[in-house]
């Protein structure tokens, strides 16, 4: 196991940044750091993706001189579909600062049970 | 291939170009594009539908010059078309039915982008009711997610920011779980678009190769959706975020939103995986025990609350319980069930939610219990259109609610083991739904002192509109289901059969 | 070819743990930062240059510039809460 | 700097930890950023103990959780990556007759020589469609929250920024022309070898922040405001767009579209491609400026 484990290990790191940044995303109570986690989630499983199209000993899917042998090129369909996740990626993680800025400028903290909270006091004052 | 084949294209490029168009203009000719743009789109799934029924197989059309395996398509089946025609229809008497608290609630400067971002949810819902790529769901579920968030916080109170963050962390949770399930279902079958996957998960199931990776990817694709669309355990977000948001939005992400993550969920089932594949490998099992505890702690989270938009929205977790309940009772019924109750709740739960919204105004805008007292009689058609939901939603027979829950236990029935869970939690459910939403009504109708008199006559006309409308599906289709049925089953069959 | 693998693979690992457990968020956002670039080397080796120029874009580049901003942003909003305090 | 100061300097960057009890009742003597509670000041109310409390224990469980989470994760994903195809295998599922056709007949049918500009513009472009309006979603729902509509903005700080350092303006003024050239580089090359659309956008859109963190935001502010950008991004997506669908609908009714493929290898070739490409490097470009931009001055 350990050797099959060993060959995959661009796979196992992949998966267990997912693990990692899976983690932070739900439970660490920061805002900021939640979304560092998101980003790390979301590079981790294009890192997987991308690590499925690779073949060794074969280069790039850009032809070269006009050759289309099947047998030089690796596999272009993960490197389209990672630029796809790449820019969800970063459209998200605009949105989510955008949210974390106004949070800060009401409540002046970014912690989120804190702003929980906080704002179910506010509310029960009303 | 007939001219109306390419209405559905013609639909969602028209979404997406409307929601552009929008960013320009000001807010009163951007939900005019809107409500012209759903209203459209309903017409054209209509023609659709019809021409797929007098086909009488399902059609795929091109996104470009190569078929499967190897380009984008999309499919027009019997289901695909219904629903975007639902999806479609409610959002448009969301829109009309909501007209004056949008205009309060909304910043004038910012009025528009409402508008981009219901045309954005409408394309997206479109996009997952047809498409027939499952990473091409992918992205349009992003799109959705982001659009949701956006009706969502266009409050800015620091409420709704607080609520759309804790939305976007749950939605991003179950994207990136759906990503990773695609990425190991890719990386085993090298398919993403779904005949193609039917064919080759069909081929690793009966061969045994990759077992683990491909249960584990139905666990992951599954999971991830089911977290998106609020089921037991994650639904935490629910009351936060339909209780603060502008009530067109909570009508829209409930009735809409989660349904069509619910539809794509079962379109990748049917036509993804294939049903021999999901209902072998166990993961339904987890998916009706969730259900049914969705379905007694929403209802239970529903009684808590004193505030009738978190009820709703708790009542929406139960709800979504009960889809996940008819997903996990088998392939056939139950789903069929689940079906019937995704159109029921699409067309109950937004009304609810519109007509409390119209209540609480009439109490001065608060929205807890004590202050509506006697509000059903300030404003009469809002009263009787919330108790019309509300029956609907317990399940009082000649509404909606009566026939899914009724299709649910039939479908219950036939299972062997699942018989006594599912009675019992429908039984234990209606009890608990009978509580809360009668305590709901007698509030409203008992006498009291509403703080303002009666709405303006324009409010009254645009609400009352789209009430009515709802209103009248849901007994219409409570009455005379057997058509509706009919055509579900029809094309259900349609579903799993590669065009 | 193997040894700047394992390297640049090893590094991966210890920049996300890092970005997820250090406690002083500035260090996290700049380990962050190394963290992307790592990954685009990453794919220059999977040979996918494509990917690499996106991420050296995009995740070194207007991401962590967007975060960068963030941070900057809220201590600006934390020294005028603190100013108004005195 | 001494390290002492450097470690305070440090410290003020740092938002998120700091002691809870302390920073409730710090807070009691805040004023209110929007007013409206200003007969309500902050205060631990005697209820709130409790909730203090609860989260005091969830936080001491909290490392307990997290990393018993990630463990059960990375347990059952590594029993998933044990059983998936080995890395770097040839006969792997993934490489499959959808790849073959890809790279043998990529060239010829899309004209690209770069096979994954022509997959994700040509074989798939429904997704791509997608792709570039999840950015545009983006942008919006950030529009929703931080444009600033007074206008005004903070001119105070927007001078001190006009005043930043020599080295960081003499250095802008070499580098940000290269950028930006190999941005566009980048985008006209997208077909030819990698890159495309979205990569070179980042790069222009980067070269553009950079140019407003030395030079200040006012010499740009002539050539892309609010009203600038909203029309640029209007006229891409919208022919995008339609430029899509035409080729959508050609297609699925298999008719011969007006673009060709061309001769592969030349700059105008591969049909659709490069407009596309050129569409949503504009996009993108403006887009990643504009972000920049609303998070800095709460306008464009």
């Known amino acids: 196991m350990l050797q099959t484990l060993w060959d995959s290990r661009v796979n196992c790191i992949a998966v267990i940044l997912f693990a990692v940044g899976f983690a932070t995303l739900l439970l660490h109570r920061n805002l900021f750091k939640k979304i560092l986690g998101l980003n790390i989630m979301d590079t981790a499983s294009c890192l997987l993706l991308t690590s499925l199209g690779y073949i060794e000993g074969r280069t790039a899917p850009i032809i070269v001189d006009g050759v289309t042998d099947v047998q030089r090129y690796g596999n272009p369909l993960p490197a389209g579909l990672v630029l796809t996740g790449i820019v969800v990626s970063v459209s998200v993680t605009a949105v989510m600062l955008a949210l974390t800025v106004r949070l800060y400028e009401r409540y002046h903290t970014l912690d989120l049970d804190e702003i929980y909270m906080l704002a179910r006091q506010e509310e029960g004052e009303k | 291939m007939s001219f109306i084949a390419n209405l559905p294209l013609f639909c969602i490029v028209a979404s997406l170009v409307c929601s552009v168009i929008s960013s320009v203009l000001n807010g009163k000719l951007a939900r005019w594009l809107s409500m012209a743009l759903s209203l459209a789109v309903a017409v054209c799934s209509l023609l659709v539908l019809g021409m797929v029924w007098q086909n009488g197989e399902p059609l795929t059309y091109l996104m470009g010059h190569f078929p499967h395996p190897w380009g984008n398509e999309i499919r027009l089946g019997i289901l695909e078309s219904f629903f975007s025609f639902v999806f479609a229809a409610v959002m448009f008497l969301c829109m009309q039915g909501a007209k004056i608290a949008l205009t309060q609630d909304l910043e004038a400067g910012k009025r528009q982008f409402y508008f981009v971002m219901t045309d954005l949810i409408q394309a997206a819902l479109l996009v997952l009711a047809y498409t027939n790529d499952i990473f091409t769901g992918y992205v349009f579920i992003e799109i959705c997610t982001l659009a949701s968030c956006g009706i969502l916080m266009i409050r800015q109170t620091g409420r709704a920011i607080l609520a759309s963050v804790r939305y976007m962390i749950f939605s991003l949770i179950g994207s990136g779980l759906f990503l990773l399930g695609v990425t190991i279902l890719y990386g085993i079958t090298g398919h993403l678009l779904l005949p193609s996957l039917h064919e080759a998960a069909a081929e690793l199931w009966h061969t045994g190769d990759y077992r683990i990776p491909l249960t584990s990817s139905i666990c992951l694709i599954t999971v991830g959706l089911a977290i998106k669309s609020g089921l037991f355990p994650f639904h935490y977000w629910m009351p936060d975020t339909y209780g603060c948001a502008t009530p067109c939005s909570s009508a829209i992400l409930s009735g809409l939103v989660s349904k069509g993550y619910i539809f794509f969920l079962l379109k990748v089932i049917f036509s993804g995986f294939g049903t021999e594949v999901f209902y072998g490998s166990g993961v339904q099992n987890v998916l009706f025990v969730f259900g049914i505890c969705g379905m007694i702690f929403g209802s239970i989270g529903a009684i808590q609350e004193n505030d009738i938009f978190r009820m709703l929205a708790n009542s929406s977790a139960a709800q979504i319980g009960y889809v996940y309940l008819g997903i996990g009772i088998s392939p056939e019924a139950g789903v069929i069930g689940a079906l019937f109750h995704i159109l029921t709740h699409a067309v109950t739960k937004p009304v609810l939610f519109l007509s409390a919204s119209r209540l609480s105004d009439t109490a001065g805008g608060s929205k807890r219990f004590k202050d509506l007292q006697g509000s059903g009689y300030a404003f009469p058609l809002a009263g009787f259109a919330f108790s019309l939901g509300a029956l609907s939603m317990i399940g009082i027979p000649m509404t909606m609610g009566f026939m899914s829950k009724y299709l649910l236990a039939v479908a219950g029935l036939e299972a062997t083991f699942k018989a006594v869970p599912t009675l019992l939690a429908l039984a234990l459910s209606t009890i608990l739904n009978t509580f809360y939403f009668a305590r709901t009504i007698i509030r409203l109708y008992t006498p009291g002192t509403p703080l303002s008199s009666a709405a303006p006559w324009r409010a009254q006309a645009s609400f009352g509109l789209s009430a009515i409308c709802f209103s009248l599906l849901n007994l219409g289709a409570g009455i005379s289901a057997s058509p509706l049925i009919a055509l579900l089953r029809h094309g259900l069959e349609f579903f799993g059969k590669v065009g | ?86 | 700097m001494k390290k002492s100061e450097f470690r305070k300097w440090l410290k003020s960057w740092d938002a998120g930890e700091f002691d809870f009890t302390e920073a409730l009742s710090d807070r009691a003597s805040l004023p209110q950023p929007d007013g409206g509670s200003k007969d309500h000041p902050w205060k631990l109310e005697p209820i709130n103990r409790l909730e203090q409390g609860e989260i005091k224990s969830f936080r001491k469980s909290y490392p307990f959780f997290a990393v018993v989470l990630c463990c059960i994760m990375i347990g059952f994903l590594l029993l998933t990556v044990e059983h998936l195809p080995t890395f770097g295998a040839p006969d792997a599922p993934a490489h499959n007759e959808v790849m073959e056709r890809y790279v043998e007949k990529g060239m010829e049918e899309t004209g690209a020589v770069n096979v994954v500009a022509g997959v994700i513009l040509d074989y798939r472009a429904f997704d791509t469609l997608g792709e570039s309006h999840v950015l545009y979603t983006a942008a919006t729902a950030v529009f929703i929250l931080l444009l600033s509509l007074k206008g005004g903005g903070e001119p105070e700080r927007e001078r001190k920024i006009m005043q930043s350092d020599p080295l960081l303006k003499s250095t802008a003024r070499i580098i940000v022309p290269l950028v930006i050239v190999y941005g566009i580089y980048v985008i006209f090359n997208g077909h030819l070898g990698p890159g495309g659309g979205f990569s070179g956008g980042a790069v222009i859109g980067g070269g553009l922040i950079l140019y407003a963190i030395a030079f200040g935001f006012e010499p740009l502010d002539k050539i892309l405001n609010l009203k600038v950008y909203r029309m640029i991004v209007l006229c891409a997506l919208c022919f995008y767009s339609l430029a899509k669908c035409y080729s959508f609908f050609c297609g699925a009714n298999h008719l011969e579209t007006i673009f060709s493929p061309g001769k592969a290898g030349m700059i105008f070739s591969a049909g659709l491609i490069l407009p596309l490409n050129i569409a949503v490097g504009i996009v993108v470009a403006c887009t990643m400026y504009g972000f920049y931009s609303i998070f800095q001055r709460g306008r464009i």
């Open chain 3, 1 to 86: 070819m193997d040894a700047i693998e394992l390297m640049l693979l090893g590094l991966l690992l210890v920049c996300g743990i890092a970005t997820c457990l250090s406690r002083n968020l500035l260090v996290s956002l700049v380990i962050f930062m190394a963290y992307s670039v790592v990954m685009s080397i990453v794919w220059v080796l999977l040979q996918a240059p494509d990917l690499a120029i996106t991420e050296a874009a995009v995740g070194a580049g207007v991401s962590s510039v967007l975060l960068f901003l963030t941070l900057k942003k809220i201590r600006d909003i934390r020294k005028k809460v603190q100013d108004e305090k005195k």
